[in-house]
């Protein structure tokens, strides 16, 4: 194999690395900035939410059951459960802002769209058996689109949770006309029901990060054929032509031809300075041969 053809594969072999390596780079890069960006996004959403939730407890909560809750049959959803109140109000705030999703994902819910899928349940498990992670994060598929996930474990964690979640012969009449008594009930004290999963999509940057990371590697294979068709033109006209050209003139001499034609260079290359020792060569051969050539110095 030529010397060209050496060099050549050894710089296209290195060149493709390092675009392989940037292309590479850039998409984990890209990544882990989506990543941040979800993370910082969901952290603010479950922030809201929970602030939302404090403040039912914390003011609303106390005065409905003073002014409201005498009867304890009596039960309006849409004012005396927190649980009801923030997935309401997070559905009417999902109509406008898209590309996120909460859910209270529970083992055995009173509603059955609270319903925890396979992937909730593997959390709910490890909140389960894990009593100090107090939240979790990472991404999952959710019907063939990538979400990052922030969730935070939902205990039983006063007895007071089990007047509706107990036993079903003592929770609200209106609450078992609306729900039923099937599920929903019978959870225990310290026990870890559910998870709030707050969803952030991820697929568009995801997929921005992809096709950043093609574009970068196409571009940096384009440069790399402009600098190989480079290499292969100046290797052909300063190394490989002229080494050519001058094995040949070096071939002709050993067996005394064309001995009156120089190979002096004026170039200032190790290809100029071999050119002119053969062309020295040259001389002391013809100086051997006792030949003069006419019309040429000789150097
Ligand atoms: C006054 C009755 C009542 C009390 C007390 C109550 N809940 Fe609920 N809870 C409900 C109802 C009704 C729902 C159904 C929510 C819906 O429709 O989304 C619910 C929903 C939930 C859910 C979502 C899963 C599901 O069942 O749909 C969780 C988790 C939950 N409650 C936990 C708790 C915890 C923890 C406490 C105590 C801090 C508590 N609840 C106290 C009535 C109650």
New binding site residues.
């Given amino acids: 194999m030529g010397i060209r053809a050496k060099f050549i594969i050894i710089i296209s072999v290195l060149s493709l690395l390092a675009t392989i390596a940037i292309g590479a780079s850039s998409y984990w890069l890209s990544r882990q900035n989506a990543l941040v960006d979800a993370k910082n996004k969901g952290e603010m959403l479950f922030n809201y939410i929970g602030a939302s939730e404090k403040f039912f407890?914390k003011y609303q909560y106390p005065i409905i059951k003073e002014e409201l809750?005498m009867d304890t049959d009596r039960?309006i959803?849409e004012l005396?459960?927190?649980?009801?109140v923030s997935?309401?109000s997070y559905d009417l705030f999902a109509e406008t802002q898209k590309g996120y999703q909460f859910k209270?994902a529970?083992k055995?819910?009173?509603?059955?769209?609270?319903k925890a899928d396979a992937g909730e349940l593997k959390i709910i498990q490890e909140f389960s058996s894990n009593p100090g992670l107090k939240e979790k994060e990472g991404t999952l598929m959710r019907g063939g689109e990538q979400f990052f996930y922030i969730a935070r474990p939902?205990?039983?964690?006063?007895e007071?949770?089990?007047?509706?979640?107990g036993d079903p012969a003592g929770?609200?009449q209106d609450?078992k006309d609306?729900?039923g008594t099937e599920?929903?009930y019978n959870?225990k004290l310290n026990e870890v029901?559910?998870t709030?999963m707050v969803y952030v999509s991820i697929a568009d940057a995801m997929a921005t990060a992809r096709t950043s990371a093609i574009k970068i590697f196409l571009l940096g294979i384009g440069c790399l054929l402009v600098t190989i068709a480079c290499i292969w033109v100046f290797l052909d006209r300063s190394v490989v032509g002229p080494i050519i050209r001058l094995s040949e003139t070096a071939k002709n001499i050993s067996i005394g031809k064309n001995l009156c034609d120089s190979a002096h260079s004026e170039v200032q290359d190790e290809i100029g300075v071999l050119a002119n020792s053969i062309d020295r060569l040259r001389v002391s051969v013809n100086k051997l041969l006792k030949r003069s050539c006419p019309n040429q110095e000789q150097k």
């Fill in positions: 407890s809750m039960f959803p005396m459960s927190r649980f009801v997935r309401m209270q529970t055995d819910p009173l509603w059955p769209d609270n939902v205990k039983i964690d006063q007071f949770c089990l007047k509706c979640h929770a609200p609450q609306i729900y599920h929903g959870w029901v559910g709030s």
